[in-house]
């Protein structure tokens, strides 16, 4: 009698733990929720906890982000760099990131330099990316330990591929994991310069889907690498592991990444 007694309270308390589970689900698959109070989106984007943007909202200092409520919409950004998509069930944040370029017309090159502190650029979903005509482009973690690149090659102006990468024109690799401060520079190698058609390299990371080469930026890409492109960036609780996060009622901050 006691023993189906127990079995039925434990019974009990799994479905009620199973339903808990489901509802946390549903409520994070069907809208991103800020802490109680708090302002939920910025401009066209959601901001969900743990980020936040007023005292109080956030979780801790990683999490802030500040509105732009001066720009039409209103953007948000985190440590000086646009977002625009933060995910709870990814662990994943779109933010805008530099170009670096080499410009035939200008003095000096213009290195890129990014810093996110403590969450770090996705090697699976980011590509790193050099556009131009003999150029190289590196990528180095900004401790100076970690350092890659590629380079790309035209012979002709009429050897370029639209919607592929291959070393001719351009040319893509990937950078390592868990870079979480990164410096692209761009160099080139004899003969680019006069090259009517290719007037600067350049070299960014990009999240994968939203780059597709077209020979046309030979001549110019974003605005002579003035603009910006969309990078991922995995972002994590600290050190506690999801299980802490869940008691703590900080459950929607379980990503994936957190782990
Ligand atoms: C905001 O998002 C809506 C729906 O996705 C879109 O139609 C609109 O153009 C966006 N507004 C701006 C200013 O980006
Ligand atoms: C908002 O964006 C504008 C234009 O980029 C910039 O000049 C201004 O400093 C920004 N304001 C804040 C509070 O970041
Ligand atoms: C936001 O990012 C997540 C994960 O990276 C992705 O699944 C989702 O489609 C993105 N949403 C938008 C509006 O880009
Ligand atoms: C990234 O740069 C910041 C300073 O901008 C530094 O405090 C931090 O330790 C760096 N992180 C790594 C992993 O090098
Ligand atoms: C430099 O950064 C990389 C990636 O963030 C890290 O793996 C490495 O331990 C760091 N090295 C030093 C000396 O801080
Ligand atoms: C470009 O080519 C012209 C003629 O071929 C030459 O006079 C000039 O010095 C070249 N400029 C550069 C930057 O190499
Ligand atoms: C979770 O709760 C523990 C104990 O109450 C506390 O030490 C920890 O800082 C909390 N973590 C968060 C993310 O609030």
Redesign the pocket.
């Known amino acids: 009698m006691a023993l189906h007694v127990s079995v039925k309270f434990r019974c009990f308390v799994l479905l009620l733990c199973l339903q808990l589970v489901s509802v946390q689900i549903a409520v994070a698959t069907s809208r991103p929720i800020a802490k109680p109070g708090c302002k939920d989106r910025c401009g066209n984007v959601s901001i969900p906890y743990p980020f936040g943007i007023a005292d109080g909202c956030f979780l801790d200092e990683w999490f802030k982000v500040t509105c732009n409520d001066s720009l039409n919409p209103p953007k948000p950004v985190y440590r000086g760099l646009s977002v625009s998509n933060i995910s709870v069930l990814d662990g994943e944040m779109t933010t805008e990131v530099g170009i670096a370029t080499n410009c035939d017309d200008q003095h000096a090159a213009d290195d890129s330099m990014t810093?996110l502190?403590k969450f770090t650029f996705s090697n699976k979903k980011n590509k790193f990316i050099a556009i131009g005509c003999n150029t190289v482009a590196l990528h180095k973690?900004?401790?100076g330990s970690i350092s890659g690149g590629c380079l790309s090659i035209c012979t002709a102006k009429d050897t370029f591929t639209n919607g592929f990468c291959n070393g001719i024109g351009c040319c893509e690799t990937r950078i390592p994991a868990a870079i979480?401060?990164l410096s692209v520079t761009v160099e080139d190698i004899n003969e680019r310069k006069n090259m009517s058609f290719n007037l600067c390299g350049y070299g960014f990371l990009v999240e994968q889907n939203s780059f597709s080469f077209s020979s046309p930026y030979l001549k110019d890409f974003k605005s002579k690498g003035t603009g910006t492109v969309p990078a991922v960036v995995d972002w994590t609780i600290g050190n506690e592991k999801c299980d802490d996060a869940i008691r703590n009622s900080t459950s929607y901050a379980c990503g994936p990444n957190t782990l």
């Open positions: 810093f502190g973690a900004t401790n979480s401060n």
